[in-house]
């Protein structure tokens, strides 16, 4: 076998289309192109055909996965979740509504979260610091809460003790920002504002104490 025609692709500069023996094979991003050394006219085995189609599907899949990563901060697992969901036919066929969808294989997918994670494009670390920022910024949050949040995101205990420790933030200050949103919704049920504010993960007696002093300046 051999490449018979390497070009640019319409729809994306960034890519080219690659032809073997005169029929479309597969297609590259052109930095692929360069690292793989492909030309017109170069033999191919049927074995680097296999692993060329392989890294059409890891650059194709990498990018939609940046992609993902670049709208917000991901945890691991919610990279890896992504990148399970595009590993899975029916699911594919669902999500997209098309017959014969591109399904990529958990190889190829393994790599991808591995080079996610090397360019420091997924990092748990890092993740927990924004979230943890992010939801006390975007309204009072304990830290009970955070840590729920966080297990579910995949995020081990010990990066959330850490992340936990560094924020000046204490759920005494939490605490007010919540009562103060929500005081008017509850006003005159006193009872049903302690029970809200507890689920929320606050201590029992950190509400009873702030709901005091709030009513005490109210009055």
Request: charged letters at 30%; aromatic letters at 8%; hydrophobic letters at 35%.
């Amino acid at each position: 076998m051999k490449i018979t025609d390497i070009s640019l692709q319409a729809r994306d500069n960034n890519r080219v289309n690659v032809s073997v023996d005169g029929v479309y094979s597969f297609s590259l991003d052109i930095t692929q192109v360069t690292d793989l050394n492909l030309k017109v006219g170069r033999e191919l085995s049927d074995g680097e055909l296999e692993e060329l189609q392989e890294e059409s599907q890891f650059g194709k899949l990498y990018m939609r996965a940046l992609e993902y990563c670049l709208r917000r901060p991901h945890s691991v697992k919610e990279v890896r979740d992504y990148l399970w969901r595009k590993t899975q036919p029916a699911l594919r066929k669902r999500q997209t509504g098309m017959n014969n969808p591109v399904v990529y294989s958990e190889r190829v997918a393994s790599r991808v979260l591995s080079k996610l994670q090397q360019k420091a494009y997924v990092n748990d670390e890092a993740f927990a610091r924004w979230w943890v920022e992010n939801r006390q910024l975007s309204k009072g949050v304990s830290r009970r809460k955070l840590t729920a949040e966080l297990r579910s995101k995949g995020v081990h205990a010990d990066i959330i003790a850490q992340t936990l420790e560094k924020t000046d933030r204490t759920d005494e200050q939490e605490l007010r920002k919540v009562i103060a949103k929500k005081h008017r919704r509850y006003a005159g049920d006193r009872q049903k504002f302690v029970q809200y504010l507890v689920r929320q993960g606050f201590s029992y007696d950190d509400v009873v104490s702030a709901l005091n002093d709030v009513e005490e300046v109210n009055n």
